[in-house]
C-alpha cells in the first residue's frame, strides 16, 4: 500500500486529496522539489533544501515546514512505503483561497504534499551505459526557469515529442539559437580539447543540483569546465554529450536529432564523472 503526506497527515495515496480552489491546480501557483534516495538516504540533501527554500522565496511563498520537519516527514513517508532506492516528491503551492489572480490575503496556508517511489537504478544504469538520444525543440518556456515551479506544460510537450521521435529527452533551443537544458534535466557537451560545457546558471535554465555536483567532480578529475551557451550544430560535432539530473545523475547522449556523437558510444569523461558522482553519493 502506498501512502502520501498532505498538511500535516499521511493517507493512502489512491485517497490523497487537495481542495478544488488550490491555486496549485488552479494557477500553477507553487513550486516543488525532487530528491533521489539511494540505500535510504536523500541524495544531495542540502542542495535541494535551499533550492526550495530559494523557489518559495522567489514566489513569496511561506515555507510551511521547517527542514528539521520536512526530514521527519520524509523519513516517515519513506519508512510507510518501503523506499530504499527511489526519489522523494515534494510540492508547495500558495494555497487554498477564492480563486482570483491576485494573492490571496497573506494568512492563507500553504499546501503540502509529499509522495515518494521506488526507481529501478539498475535500468538508469544500463541507459547511461548504452547512452541516449535526444532532441531538439524550440524553447517555450517563461522566462523564470531558475524557480522549480509546477509550470511545466511546455517541458510536458518537449519530452512528449522526443518519446514520438524515439528520444529519451529533448534539449530545448532558444530564439537565439542555443541550447538551453533538457525539458526535465541540464545539457553538456564535450569540445574536441576535452572542456566541458554547459549553459551558465542564469534565469533561463533551473540551477540543477547534479549539476553543481558535476562541478565537484569535475575538479577531481582536473577537467576545466565552461560556462556559455552552445548550438545544436556545436553539440553534434563534439567529441561527447551528456545530461544531468537528479534522478539520471550523468547520462551519456550518442545522438541529436539522429545525428551520432562521435562514434555513437558513451563517452569516456561522462562515463567517469558518472563514476565520480555515485563514489560521492
Not at 541550447?179 to 549553459?199: C, D, Y
Not at 555536483?213 to 561527447?240: G, H, K, Y
Not at 554529450?241 to 551520432?260: K, Q, R, W, Y
Amino acid at each position: 500500500m502506498r501512502y502520501a503526506y498532505v498538511n500535516g497527515r499521511f493517507h493512502r495515496h489512491s485517497e490523497a486529496a487537495i481542495h478544488i480552489e488550490d491555486r496549485g491546480f488552479q494557477f500553477a501557483d507553487a513550486v516543488y522539489e525532487v530528491w533521489s534516495v539511494r540505500n535510504g538516504q536523500l541524495l544531495d540533501a542540502d542542495g535541494h533544501f535551499q533550492r526550495l527554500q530559494r523557489s518559495l522565496g522567489e514566489l513569496r511563498i511561506p515555507s510551511p515546514r521547517t527542514r528539521a520537519a520536512l526530514e521527519q516527514i520524509i523519513a516517515e513517508l519513506l519508512r510507510r512505503n518501503r523506499v530504499r532506492n527511489g526519489l522523494v516528491y515534494l510540492q508547495v503551492s500558495r494555497g487554498q483561497a477564492r480563486r482570483d489572480h491576485a494573492f490571496p490575503r497573506a494568512a492563507t496556508t500553504p499546501t503540502i504534499v509529499l509522495t515518494c517511489k521506488r526507481l529501478d537504478f539498475a535500468a538508469a544504469d544500463a541507459r547511461a551505459e548504452a547512452g541516449i538520444a535526444v532532441i531538439t525543440v524550440p524553447d517555450q518556456r517563461w522566462a523564470r526557469c531558475d524557480i522549480k515551479t509546477v509550470n511545466l506544460l511546455p517541458n510536458v510537450l518537449a519530452k512528449q515529442a522526443a518519446q514520438e521521435a524515439g528520444a529519451t529527452e529533448a534539449w530545448l533551443v532558444d530564439a537565439d539559437g542555443h541550447v538551453t537544458e533538457g525539458s526535465s534535466t541540464n545539457a553538456w557537451i564535450v569540445t574536441k580539447a576535452g572542456k566541458l560545457v554547459t549553459r551558465p546558471a542564469d534565469n533561463h535554465i533551473l540551477h540543477g543540483i547534479t549539476r553543481a555536483r558535476i562541478f565537484q567532480c569535475s575538479q577531481l578529475l582536473d577537467l576545466e569546465i565552461e560556462e556559455r551557451p552552445f548550438t545544436p550544430a556545436e553539440a553534434c560535432d563534439a567529441r561527447e554529450a551528456f545530461l544531468t539530473s537528479a534522478t539520471s545523475f550523468v547520462t551519456p547522449v550518442v545522438s541529436i536529432d539522429h545525428h551520432t556523437i562521435a562514434n555513437g558510444r558513451p563517452g569516456s569523461l561522462a562515463t567517469a564523472l558518472r563514476q565520480a558522482y555515485l563514489d560521492q553519493s
